[in-house]
């Protein structure tokens, strides 16, 4: 997912991306762990999709306590 598609998400929309991220980065751990893993790169892939997901909710966290 693209940086300005998640923009244009709710703060429980990006919420629940981020629970399948996760969800999806332990499974792919566990694939790996086990041998069952044939794309590795995806675990970056992932675990990039995460980070941008908490950096946006982060950004908004801190522009939200600087209204206030």
């Known amino acids: 997912m693209r940086p300005r598609d998640i923009r244009n998400l ?13 969800q999806e980065l332990f499974n ?3 694939q790996y762990a086990t041998g069952q893993l044939k794309n590795t790169a995806r675990l970056g892939q992932v ?3 995460v980070a941008r997901l908490r950096t946006l909710l982060r950004e908004r966290e801190l522009a939200a306590a600087q209204e206030e």
């Open 28 to 30: 792919l751990r566990f």
């Open 47 to 49: 675990r990039r999709e």
């Open 10 to 22: 709710t703060n429980v929309e990006i919420g629940r991306h981020l629970d399948e991220a996760y």
